[in-house]
């Protein structure tokens, strides 16, 4: 994660949370740019992109293509909330939100499975559990901020 994030690491060992909390922002706004112009093509051009790669046979997956890319913000942030925890050094809240997003996504794959089964209840699942690990992420890294902004030790 040091080769992916250097300057997050970089900061993290100075002790400047201000500057990861900058970068922070940064990939927010990357992040939001990327998911948006994605869905936007992908509502656009989905069907024509699904066409010409694959034929005319896969145009049903178009919808499912649609879904999916809802969750492209929450695996953006969610890969990059993952490292900067692991660059503070929080391996095994990591471990654990990682592994409550699998049990989130299984779990409600057999709950929309069990109210109606669709094909699509595996991409809806997908999308859930990728939000729950953000979501996850988000809320321990703006725990961990507030406490070493307040130079006390993390819980």
Do not use: C, W
């Amino acid at each position: 994660f040091k080769f992916i994030f250097p300057e997050v690491t970089s900061f993290v060992a100075k002790k400047d949370f201000n500057a990861v909390r900058n970068i922070t922002n940064q990939i927010f706004i990357y992040s939001f740019f990327v998911a948006i112009v994605s869905i936007i093509l992908i509502y656009l051009y989905g069907d024509l992109m699904i066409l010409e790669f694959f034929g005319s046979n896969y145009l049903g997956a178009s919808s499912l293509l649609k879904i999916t890319t809802i969750s492209f913000l929450f695996v953006i942030l969610g890969g990059y909330f993952t490292s900067t925890l692991k660059s503070f050094g929080l391996f095994k809240q990591t471990l654990i939100i990682r592994l409550t997003g699998l049990m989130s996504f299984v779990v409600s794959f057999y709950i929309l499975n069990f109210i109606h089964s669709d094909p699509a209840n595996v991409i809806y699942a997908f999308v859930f559990g990728h939000f729950i690990i953000f979501s996850n992420l988000f809320f321990v890294y703006i725990k961990f901020m507030k406490y070493n902004f307040k130079n006390r030790p993390f819980p």
